[in-house]
C-alpha cells in the first residue's frame, strides 16, 4: 500500500520517509519509537526527583524576568505540595502576559536543580481554567526526528496503519520460527508492533521508558537478529571470494624471531599462528586484532608480512597518523635488516613520490603509509596482504578503497585490521561479525602498571617541577596539551606556548616540540632525539595519541586532561608504561569539574585495564562512538542498545546460527526489513 493511500501525508512528505527507508505503508511499522513521554498521569511538585520527566500542575504564583545576559522568563507554580520554576530562554511577551498571578498550568518536561527551587527549563506547557485538563490514556511515543516532518505527523499516521492492522487490511508476516517464540515466551510480532507503537493504559511504563518490556525484546531480537545476517551474509561473499596462498615457511620465522631483542608472549604467537593458517588460504583472511595498548601487535603484523615477502607478495601497512607510519617504518627497517620497504604519505611530495609509485607499481614487496596510499594514482602490483593499524581512526570507506585497490586478477588481498580498542565480547561479535576475531591478551613480561593521579591545573609549577627533577635522573617525559580546537593552528600554537614557558623555567632540560603543524621531516627529527634519549622532555599536541613507543619514556603530563575521552585518554596514556621503569601519568584538570568528567578522571585513576576503561565509554558514550564516529552506521539500531540488551545479542548469535542452517530462505527476508539501503553496514 502506497504511503499517500494515508491521511495526511502527500507526495512531498512521502518523499522525505523515503529518505528514511520508508517506502510503503508496511515500513512505516518498522519506523519505531525512539523513547516515550508519560502524560497519562500527574506528579505532586513535592514527589519529583531531579532529572525526572514528568507532568505537573499547579497555580502561577508569580511570573518574572530575570536580566541576565539574556532575558529569562520565570513562572512560578505551586500545586499545594510544593513549588517549581519554569523557565524560558526564548519566549514572546505575549507568553508572560498569559502566565497571570492566580491562572493554572501544566507542563512536561525535565526537572532539574536550580539555584532556589526545583525547575524545568523550556517545558511544553498549556494553560487551563477550572476544570482540568484531559490526560493523555497511553504513553505518548516518540519517533525519531527528522528533517521536515513532524512528530504529529508520524503519530497520526501510525494510528492509521495501527488501524489498517486490526482490520486485517495489512499483514506483517512471521518469519521467527513458531518454536523460538514459544520457547523464548515471545509475543508475535503484530502484537508486539501494535504494544509500542500505541501501549495501552495498562502498560508497564517504567518498562516500556526503560525499554526491557517484552513486546519491546520481540523486536529487538528480530532487528540484532537482522544485523547479525547481514553481517553473516557480507562474510559469507568474502569467503568466496579468492585471494593468493601466502604459506610461511617455519625457518623464515625462526629466522625473524632469532633477532628480536625479545622472545613473543604467548598471546602473540597464538595470534601470529591464526593468521598464517588464514592467510596459506585462498580465500581472503578477514581478521581483526584486537590487543590493548602496548600488547605488541606491531610485531605480529611484522611476522604476517614475512608470509607474503617470501611468497613474493606485496604487503601495505597503513597507519593513522604520520608519526606513527614513520615509527613503523624505522620499526620494520631494524627488525627485517632490509630497506625493501617503500614509505608513502602525504608528506612525500613531487619526485619522492613519483619514485615511492614506481616502486610500488613494480612491486616492492613491504610498502608503509599513511591515507596517502589509497589515493587514485597509487598502483599496486600483486597485493597479498593490507594491514591497518589502529582502524577506529579510519572510516570504512577509507579501508574498502585501499583493499578493492588491492585486487588483482580476480584476487583479493587478505585483510588484517589492528585496534587497540578492546570491545566487549558481545559488541564485537555483533559489530564485527563479519570478521574472525583474534586477541593479544596478554602484555609483554616486566611491565608494571602505569600510576595515575588526578591534579588541578593549579598545581601545575609544582608538577612540571618533579617532572624536571625525574628527567635530570634519567627518566623521559611526554606533556600532553589538548586543545580541542578543529584548528590545527591553535592547537599548535598551545602546545608552543607550553613549549616556550617550560623551556624559560627549565633551561637545564633538553626539551622537544612536536604538533601536527610541524614538517614532516622536522617531525620525525624530534620524534627520532625523544626515541634516542637526546630529548628529555616532549611537548606534543594529541599527535601522539596513537600508536607512539617509547620504551624508555616513563611519565606523562595530560593538561587539561577533562576535555578528552575516556578511549583518548587511555590510548594517551598507553604512550608511557611501555619499558620496565614503573610509570607515572598525571592528569591535569580545570576545576570545577563536571559530573561526566570527574567520573571519567576517576575511572582513568583506577584502573589501567583497557577492557574495563571500554566497558565504561560504552555506559558513557554508546556504541557509535567507541567503534569509531566514522563508522557509526555499522552499528546503529533503531531499538537494540548494546549495554542493555547484552542478553538479547547472546540469544541472537545463536538463532542466526540456526537460522542459517534450517531456515535459509527467511534469513534474506529479515535483513530486507530491518535494514533499508540506507544503512551502512560495514564491509570490512
Ligand atoms: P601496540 O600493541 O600498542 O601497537 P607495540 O607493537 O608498539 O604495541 O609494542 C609495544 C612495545 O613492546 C614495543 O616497544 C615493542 O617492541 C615491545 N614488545 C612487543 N612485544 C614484546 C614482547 N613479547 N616482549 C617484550 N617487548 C615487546
Ligand atoms: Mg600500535
Known sequence: MQLTELKGIGEKTAKKLTLLGIEQVNDLLFHLPLRYQDKTRITYISDLS????????????????????????????????????????????????????????????????????????????????????????????????????NQSTIQKALNQVLLLLDRKEIKVEEFLP????????????????HYVHKPPADADTNALIAGTHTYQKRLILEEVLAHLLAMKQLKQKTQE?????????????????????FELTNAQHRVIKEIHQDIANNHPMQRLIQGDVGSGKTVVAAIAILAAFYQNHQSVMMAPTEILAEQHLNTLKTWYRSDEIVFLSGAIKGKARIEALKQIKHGVRIIIGTHALFQKDVEFNALGLVIIDEQHRFGVHQR????????????????????????PRTLAQTAYANLDISIIDELPPGRQETS??????????????????????????????????????????AANDTFEELRQWFPELRIGLVHGRLKSAEKQSIMEQFKSHKLDLLIATTVIEVGVDVPNASLMVIENA???????????????????AKS??????????????????????????????????????????????????????????????????????KLAAELIINHPHICQKIIDRWITSNDEISNV
Open 452 to 493: 595515575t593521579l588526578v591534579i588541578s591545573n593549579s598545581k601545575l609549577p609544582q608538577i612540571a617541577e618533579r617532572i624536571k627533577t625525574n628527567c635530570q635522573k634519567g627518566a623521559q617525559a611526554y606533556w600532553v596539551c589538548t586543545l580541542i580546537e578543529e584548528s590545527e593552528v591553535l592547537r599548535a600554537k
Open 50 to 149: 531531579i532529572g525526572q520527566t514528568a507532568l505537573v500542575e499547579g497555580e502561577v504564583i508569580k511570573t518574572y524576568l530575570i536580566n541576565s545576559r539574556k532575558p529569562m522568563l520565570v513562572c512560578e507554580i505551586d500545586d499545594g505540595t510544593g513549588t517549581l520554576a519554569l523557565k524560558f530562554f526564548n519566549f514572546y511577551h505575549s507568553q508572560r502576559l498569559k502566565m497571570k498571578t492566580g491562572s493554572n498550568i501544566r507542563a512536561y518536561g525535565e526537572v532539574r536543580l536550580g539555584k532556589y527551587t526545583i525547575e524545568i527549563l523550556h517545558p511544553e506547557y498549556q494553560h487551563y481554567g477550572e476544570k482540568t485538563l484531559p490526560l493523555e490514556s497511553s504513553l505518548t511515543a516518540i519517533y525519531p526526528k527528522s528533517e521536515g516532518i
Open 178 to 193: 513458531e518454536h523460538i517464540l514459544t520457547e523464548q515466551q515471545l509475543p508475535n510480532l503484530s502484537q508486539a508492533l
Open 562 to 580: 577533562e576535555r578528552l575521552g575516556l578511549s583518548q585518554l587511555h590510548q594517551l596514556r598507553g604512550r608511557v608504561g611501555r619499558g620496565n
Open 241 to 261: 571470494l579468492y585471494a593468493p596462498e601466502l604459506p610461511i615457511e617455519k625457518k623464515h620465522i625462526y629466522e625473524f624471531l632469532k633477532q628480536l631483542p
Open 400 to 423: 574498502l578503497a585501499l583493499r578493492s585497490k588491492g585486487q588483482f586478477e580476480a584476487l583479493q588481498p587478505h585483510m588484517l585490521i589492528m585496534t587497540a580498542t578492546p570491545i
Open 584 to 653: 607515572h601519568c598525571v592528569l591535569m584538570y580545570q576545576a570545577p569539574l563536571g559530573d561526566v568528567a570527574k567520573k571519567r578522571l576517576d575511572i582513568m585513576r583506577s584502573t589501567t585495564d583497557g577492557f574495563i576503561i571500554a566497558k565504561e565509554d560504552l555506559k558513557i558514550r554508546g556504541a557509535g562512538e567507541l567503534l569509531g564516529s566514522k563508522q557509526k552506521g555499522s552499528v546503529q539500531f533503531r531499538l537494540a542498545d548494546y549495554e542493555r540488551d547484552k542478553n538479547i545479542f547472546h540469544s541472537a548469535q
